[in-house]
């Protein structure tokens, strides 16, 4: 700190690939922050897997110039802005974490290979999305996927949790690829 510059790092409770967390958080937070706070800058940012792969978790790293709490506020607001899961943090500095957050999350993991073949065969796992991506348009929104070695997650955010949750149950509850789906809360 002796430049007058603090190391924030943003802990986001999303789980996004490399690409989405850029799209969706690190690189409008880059922008942002260099306008609001004038000699600021986004460093890296990295996305925490389980040992399968799946992504847990990420994080934005900066460099800041400016007032300590009007940082933490105006990033907090900014990234709640973004629609931030609930369970996110940012680190000031050696200052203790602050939670922030707004939207709940749910991974739907999809049996990747225990179903008939024929299940796989004769249903489009992007028509599957597709009809996802719709139902919850109004609740919601699909943010990323991922494919692992023995099933597929599909991660949805919004603004209410039972209503996103709602909104997905009746077709989760009769499609042949979701056999054996899990919906599990995630923010």
């Keep these: ?6 190391t924030l790092e943003v802990r986001l409770n999303a789980r996004l690939a490399s690409v989405q967390r850029g799209d969706r958080y690190e690189d409008p937070l880059a922008f942002w922050i260099e306008t609001a ?6 460093t ?16 934005v790293r900066a460099e800041v110039v400016g007032d300590a709490d009007a940082i ?3 990033v907090a607001e900014f990234l709640d802005g973004l ?5 996110s943090s940012l680190v000031l500095g050696d200052r203790p974490a602050r939670s922030f957050g707004v939207q709940s999350g749910f ?3 999809l049996d990747g290979t225990g179903l008939p073949q024929d299940v796989y065969a004769e249903n489009d796992i992007n028509e599957f999305i597709d009809e996802l991506h719709a139902r919850t348009s ?40 979701a056999v054996n789906a899990r919906l599990e809360r995630i923010a």
């Design 72 to 74: 933490e506020d105006a």
């Design 83 to 87: 629609g931030a899961p609930l369970g």
């Design 107 to 109: 991974g739907l993991y």
């Design 138 to 177: 109004s609740h919601g929104v699909l943010q990323s996927f991922w494919e692992g070695p023995t099933q597929t997650a599909l991660y949805l955010y919004g603004d209410d949790a039972t209503a996103l949750a709602a909104s997905i149950a009746p077709f989760v509850d009769t499609h042949p690829l």
């Design 1 to 6: 700190m002796t430049d007058g510059t603090t």
């Design 44 to 59: 890296g940012g990295g996305t925490l897997r389980s040992p399968e792969g799946e992504p847990l978790s990420c994080a």
């Design 37 to 42: 706070f004038p000699g600021s800058r986004v």
